[in-house]
Nanobody, 126 residues
Framework: VQLQASGGGSVQAGGSLRLSCAIS????????MGWFRQAPGKEREFVSA????????RYADSVKGRFTISKDNAKNTVYLQMNSLKPEDTAVYYC????????????????????WGQGTLVTVSS
């Protein structure tokens, strides 16, 4: 299984970006997917997750109402739409796939996820 994250970049506060994560190698539609981020000098933290059919999502309190996760099983891609970006959103963003479990639970715990993308850098300036 390979995950390829893209869409990062530099944006001013209040701007928007859409991250994409393309997955290959296995049947994508069965997986729950997550997004995590790691800011310089900080630990990796949960951002958002979605179950296999997109029917349930979870968000960190810090991004709730600003970020939206979605999943296109036909395109084997998961997205993270990020609006109203803040400087504290600056981080490397990672997508991850939970392939061992049923796909019905969107976990907030990084150790649950089996495969990770390479990360894409988001920089938000004030």
């Amino acid at each position: 299984v390979q995950l390829q994250a893209s869409g990062g970049g530099s944006v001013q506060a209040g701007g928007s970006l859409r991250l994409s994560c393309a997955i290959s190698g296995r049947t994508f539609s069965n997986y729950a997917m997550g997004w995590f981020r790691q800011a310089p000098g900080k630990e990796r933290e949960f951002v958002s997750a979605i179950i296999w059919d997109g029917g349930s999502t979870r968000y960190a309190d810090s991004v709730k109402g600003r970020f939206t996760i979605s999943k296109d099983n036909a395109k084997n891609t998961v997205y993270l739409q990020m609006n109203s970006l803040k400087p504290e959103d600056t981080a490397v963003y990672y997508c991850a796939a939970d392939v061992r479990r049923s796909g019905y639970y969107a976990s907030t715990y990084s150790h649950v996820y089996d495969y990770w993308g390479q990360g894409t850098l988001v920089t938000v300036s004030s």
